[in-house]
């Protein structure tokens, strides 16, 4: 209404009164009309005129039946001549031929407004038509030509009022003709020559309408505007061998039309125009002629993209894409190979996926793309996985987080443990575009899991860029689940790579992720993994090291300086420490220890050594304990016996007794078999100490492990014995720790880390 008064205001100067409040009147009804009209119209505008044209306004709207996307002509019937629009009403109810803009309803709702409702399309003018490119211009105007030709050869009409005004843009991004205020049939042609000058007086001011020359004859009166629109599209850039054809279109001479379609067609640096032509057609075709077409159009896209890039608008979208994926999901469904998908899967990435798309609409991608993306993940072929990869970052950002998480994770993980190196490769480098997309558990968990296989690959890029994709995520992992121990633990396998990048990229992301670990576990786990960097081999990877080293040395000496001095902890003087190395005081145990031996020693008698029952002879060495000192004594130190190889007439010190050998201690293994004679009762003891023995766990195999002790009891009483059994007891006990082997330690690496199972 304020617009609506600022126009009555302006009109005031040097008018009529009564005409003012006339149109004021006018203005204000139309307001009101357009209020109502919404709710009684069979269709919905979107209340923003798209362009004014020099008969109306045009909107766009929904009719409400089925929500059909429409175009709204309005015809303020006040301004135009009755007989320019009501030609126009007729001939739109007449002429249903392809090339003009299909009207679905002409509603006459006042004496001073008419609705024509079309099919949704966009006038030319309201496009920057100047930055279409020259092939789609051409195909533009051989569209055009045609209608033309329709026109003339089956309606036997001129269209009469051809413009770039005229000229619109259906969703399939043709070039229709609208605008039949001039239409005449052949026979017939007054009407079109008695009311050219009402029609240009109409559109006077507004340059894409006016119709300029004049052509004697209505069959050339259409090849003639032919010509001026070609030439205002080009801006006279008409190259030599066009020449003759558009002066056979300016002159309206018979059949020019027809001339001007053929060169269009032949024009062998426009791809465009056959492509077009047989997509009209592909509807009437068999599957396979689909797929060779199709074919056709896939390599002349991969050959040359330029004619495809800023077409006009709904060409690609609407016309060409549509049928690219229809025809991709033909080959899906009828079993034919699945390399025959990767031509047309990769002709639709690299219009719609590619690092400059030439289809951009977001809507274009949800609609048609994205399902053949879901489906394509499942589909069992290297080089259609090969090809998602390769458009992986460009499509993943257009896709929500529980699309990735759902639809696309799954398989895409499985690509970590392809056979293949160059999938293996690829899927890792996208690796970096899934994170803050996927769960956390799937980060956590099922990320890291095959990251920590894919860290000990055979290739060495691999390897390296597992690393720098661990440094990446790392900000990303969840604190409570260990998140130092594991980035610990990650680099120090990769800093002991035998390979140079795989050594210097952990020293990277060491100098990336500082700010995630705290002071302890500096303390504790990172500065021993890189304290072996500093003495690599290789003097940049000891440079960076050092490097590291006291960045991360920094940061603990910090985290140390913040401890409060005056604390109540315990001190313990140095002096303390020399007193307790210092041997004086042994001096006294000692001599205790010797008395207790001399105490201990049984008397000597005549009684021949071999007559004394062993089971009453004491142990010099256990009896100078008490039997629960002995039961609390822990036998878990065991030290193997080192061998000593003596030759025959050698004599060994056993518990002060000389024993003469005549034999090395392994010939008598191999020659004494092992007797069992009344020794046996007084060594059961001994066997179940063994035995119990026998019964610890090895850290390596986890199974029970035979001990051998470097001293049985059976040998501590052997220096009163005869010599004969004293010998026997030394058999039996060397065959024990012949049959019983010593268990090797277990190395560091087997121990859990927390890292993964596979590491």
Same mark, same amino acid.
């Given at each position: 209404?304020?617009?609506?008064?600022?126009?009555?205001?302006?009109?005031?100067?040097?008018?009529?009164?009564?005409?003012?409040?006339?149109?004021?009147?006018?203005?204000?009804?139309?307001?009101?009309?357009?209020?109502?009209?919404?709710?009684?119209?069979?269709?919905?505008?979107?209340?923003?005129?798209?362009?004014?044209?020099?008969?109306?306004?045009?909107?766009?709207?929904?009719?409400?039946?089925?929500?059909?996307?429409?175009?709204?002509?309005?015809?303020?019937?006040?301004?135009?001549?009755?007989?320019?629009?009501?030609?126009?009403?007729?001939?739109?109810?007449?002429?249903?031929?392809?090339?003009?803009?299909?009207?679905?309803?002409?509603?006459?709702?006042?004496?001073?407004?008419?609705?024509?409702?079309?099919?949704?399309?966009?006038?030319?003018?309201?496009?920057?038509?100047?930055?279409?490119?020259?092939?789609?211009?051409?195909?533009?105007?051989?569209?055009?030509?045609?209608?033309?030709?329709?026109?003339?050869?089956?309606?036997?009409?001129?269209?009469?009022?051809?413009?770039?005004?005229?000229?619109?843009?259906?969703?399939?991004?043709?070039?229709?003709?609208?605008?039949?205020?001039?239409?005449?049939?052949?026979?017939?042609?007054?009407?079109?020559?008695?009311?050219?000058?009402?029609?240009?007086?109409?559109?006077?001011?507004?340059?894409?309408?006016?119709?300029?020359?004049?052509?004697?004859?209505?069959?050339?009166?259409?090849?003639?505007?032919?010509?001026?629109?070609?030439?205002?599209?080009?801006?006279?850039?008409?190259?030599?061998?066009?020449?003759?054809?558009?002066?056979?279109?300016?002159?309206?001479?018979?059949?020019?039309?027809?001339?001007?379609?053929?060169?269009?067609?032949?024009?062998?640096?426009?791809?465009?125009?056959?492509?077009?032509?047989?997509?009209?057609?592909?509807?009437?075709?068999?599957?396979?002629?689909?797929?060779?077409?199709?074919?056709?159009?896939?390599?002349?896209?991969?050959?040359?993209?330029?004619?495809?890039?800023?077409?006009?608008?709904?060409?690609?979208?609407?016309?060409?894409?549509?049928?690219?994926?229809?025809?991709?999901?033909?080959?899906?469904?009828?079993?034919?190979?699945?390399?025959?998908?990767?031509?047309?899967?990769?002709?639709?990435?690299?219009?719609?996926?590619?690092?400059?798309?030439?289809?951009?609409?977001?809507?274009?991608?949800?609609?048609?793309?994205?399902?053949?993306?879901?489906?394509?993940?499942?589909?069992?072929?290297?080089?259609?996985?090969?090809?998602?990869?390769?458009?992986?970052?460009?499509?993943?950002?257009?896709?929500?987080?529980?699309?990735?998480?759902?639809?696309?994770?799954?398989?895409?993980?499985?690509?970590?443990?392809?056979?293949?190196?160059?999938?293996?490769?690829?899927?890792?480098?996208?690796?970096?575009?899934?994170?803050?997309?996927?769960?956390?558990?799937?980060?956590?968990?099922?990320?890291?899991?095959?990251?920590?296989?894919?860290?000990?690959?055979?290739?060495?890029?691999?390897?390296?860029?597992?690393?720098?994709?661990?440094?990446?995520?790392?900000?990303?992992?969840?604190?409570?689940?260990?998140?130092?121990?594991?980035?610990?633990?990650?680099?120090?396998?990769?800093?002991?790579?035998?390979?140079?990048?795989?050594?210097?990229?952990?020293?990277?992301?060491?100098?990336?992720?500082?700010?995630?670990?705290?002071?302890?576990?500096?303390?504790?786990?990172?500065?021993?993994?890189?304290?072996?960097?500093?003495?690599?081999?290789?003097?940049?990877?000891?440079?960076?090291?050092?490097?590291?080293?006291?960045?991360?040395?920094?940061?603990?000496?910090?985290?140390?300086?913040?401890?409060?001095?005056?604390?109540?902890?315990?001190?313990?003087?140095?002096?303390?420490?020399?007193?307790?190395?210092?041997?004086?005081?042994?001096?006294?145990?000692?001599?205790?220890?010797?008395?207790?031996?001399?105490?201990?020693?049984?008397?000597?008698?005549?009684?021949?050594?071999?007559?004394?029952?062993?089971?009453?002879?004491?142990? @010099?060495?256990? #009896? $100078?304990? *008490? !039997? &629960? +000192?002995?039961?609390?004594?822990? %036998?878990? /130190?065991?030290?193997?016996?080192?061998?000593?190889?003596?030759?025959?007439?050698?004599?060994?010190?056993?518990?002060?007794?000389?024993?003469?050998?005549?034999?090395?201690?392994?010939?008598?293994?191999?020659?004494?078999?092992?007797?069992?004679?009344?020794?046996?009762?007084?060594?059961?003891?001994?066997?179940?100490?063994?035995?119990?023995?026998?019964?610890?766990?090895?850290?390596?195999?986890?199974?029970?492990?035979?001990?051998?002790?470097?001293?049985?009891?059976?040998?501590?009483?052997?220096?009163?014995?005869?010599?004969?059994?004293?010998?026997?007891?030394?058999?039996?006990?060397?065959?024990?720790?012949?049959?019983?082997? @010593?268990?090797? #330690? $277990?190395? *560091? !690496? &087997? +121990?859990?880390?927390?890292?993964? %199972?596979? /590491?």
């Amino acid at each position: 209404m304020i617009n609506n008064n600022k126009r009555v205001r302006t009109g005031l100067e040097g008018a009529n009164t009564d005409n003012l409040i006339q149109q004021a009147v006018s203005e204000t009804m139309d307001f009101i009309f357009k209020s109502i009209s919404n709710f009684q119209l069979p269709f919905s505008t979107d209340g923003q005129p798209v362009i004014s044209t020099p008969f109306g306004t045009i909107e766009n709207g929904t009719r409400k039946s089925d929500s059909l996307p429409v175009t709204i002509h309005t015809y303020n019937t006040t301004n135009v001549p009755s007989l320019l629009w009501k030609n126009h009403i007729h001939k739109c109810k007449v002429l249903k031929l392809p090339g003009l803009v299909k009207v679905l309803d002409v509603i006459e709702f006042s004496p001073d407004k008419v609705y024509i409702v079309t099919e949704r399309t966009t006038p030319l003018t309201s496009l920057d038509y100047n930055r279409i490119n020259e092939c789609s211009l051409k195909l533009g105007m051989y569209q055009v030509a045609q209608t033309l030709n329709v026109l003339h050869e089956q309606a036997k009409c001129l269209f009469g009022a051809l413009s770039i005004g005229n000229i619109y843009v259906n969703p399939k991004g043709e070039w229709v003709l609208y605008g039949l205020e001039l239409s005449t049939s052949f026979n017939d042609p007054a009407h079109f020559s008695s009311n050219l000058q009402v029609y240009n007086g109409v559109v006077r001011g507004y340059d894409n309408w006016e119709l300029l020359g004049n052509v004697s004859t209505p069959v050339g009166v259409d090849a003639a505007q032919l010509y001026t629109v070609y030439n205002t599209l080009f801006q006279g850039n008409i190259p030599t061998s066009w020449k003759p054809t558009l002066a056979a279109l300016a002159k309206g001479q018979q059949g020019s039309v027809q001339k001007f379609v053929a060169k269009l067609r032949d024009d062998n640096g426009n791809p465009l125009i056959s492509i077009y032509d047989n997509l009209k057609e592909i509807y009437i075709k068999d599957p396979v002629e689909k797929v060779m077409m199709l074919s056709n159009v896939q390599q002349t896209i991969s050959a040359d993209d330029k004619p495809f890039k800023n077409p006009t608008p709904g060409f690609l979208e609407n016309t060409l894409l549509p049928e690219l994926t229809q025809c991709l999901q033909m080959i899906s469904t009828t079993n034919q190979p699945t390399s025959n998908q990767v031509p047309f899967l990769g002709t639709i990435f690299h219009l719609t996926c590619s690092d400059s798309p030439i289809i951009a609409d977001e809507n274009v991608f949800q609609t048609q793309v994205k399902p053949i993306i879901f489906q394509s993940f499942n589909v069992a072929d290297r080089q259609v996985r090969f090809l998602l990869l390769l458009h992986f970052a460009n499509f993943t950002q257009k896709l929500s987080a529980s699309e990735v998480a759902d639809k696309i994770f799954p398989p895409f993980i499985q690509g970590l443990s392809d056979t293949d190196q160059t999938i293996r490769l690829q899927t890792l480098k996208n690796v970096s575009h899934l994170i803050g997309k996927i769960t956390e558990r799937q980060l956590n968990n099922d990320l890291l899991r095959v990251l920590a296989k894919t860290q000990v690959d055979k290739d060495i890029g691999i390897r390296t860029l597992t690393i720098l994709i661990i440094t990446k995520i790392a900000h990303k992992l969840n604190k409570s689940s260990n998140r130092s121990t594991i980035l610990a633990t990650a680099f120090t396998k990769s800093l002991k790579d035998p390979d140079l990048k795989p050594r210097l990229a952990t020293l990277y992301g060491l100098e990336t992720t500082l700010d995630l670990f705290d002071a302890e576990t500096i303390a504790q786990r990172i500065l021993t993994v890189i304290g072996p960097g500093l003495l690599d081999k290789n003097k940049q990877v000891r440079e960076n090291a050092k490097k590291v080293f006291h960045m991360y040395w920094d940061k603990l000496e910090k985290e140390s300086a913040s401890f409060p001095d005056d604390d109540d902890s315990e001190d313990i003087p140095e002096e303390e420490f020399d007193r307790m190395m210092n041997d004086e005081e042994d001096g006294e145990l000692i001599n205790g220890f010797i008395q207790s031996v001399k105490l201990s020693t049984p008397t000597p008698t005549s009684t021949p050594a071999d007559l004394v029952d062993p089971v009453q002879e004491s142990d @010099p060495w256990n #009896a $100078a304990f *008490d !039997d &629960d +000192v002995i039961a609390d004594l822990d %036998d878990s /130190w065991d030290v193997d016996e080192p061998e000593e190889q003596s030759s025959n007439n050698t004599q060994v010190k056993s518990f002060g007794f000389k024993v003469p050998i005549k034999k090395s201690w392994n010939d008598e293994l191999n020659d004494t078999p092992l007797e069992h004679n009344s020794l046996t009762k007084n060594t059961s003891s001994n066997s179940l100490k063994l035995k119990k023995e026998e019964s610890k766990p090895s850290i390596l195999s986890k199974k029970p492990v035979k001990k051998t002790s470097i001293l049985s009891k059976s040998n501590k009483t052997s220096h009163q014995q005869h010599p004969r059994i004293a010998s026997s007891i030394r058999t039996s006990h060397n065959h024990t720790s012949k049959v019983v082997a @010593p268990t090797p #330690a $277990a190395e *560091d !690496d &087997d +121990v859990e880390d927390g890292w993964g %199972d596979d /590491w």
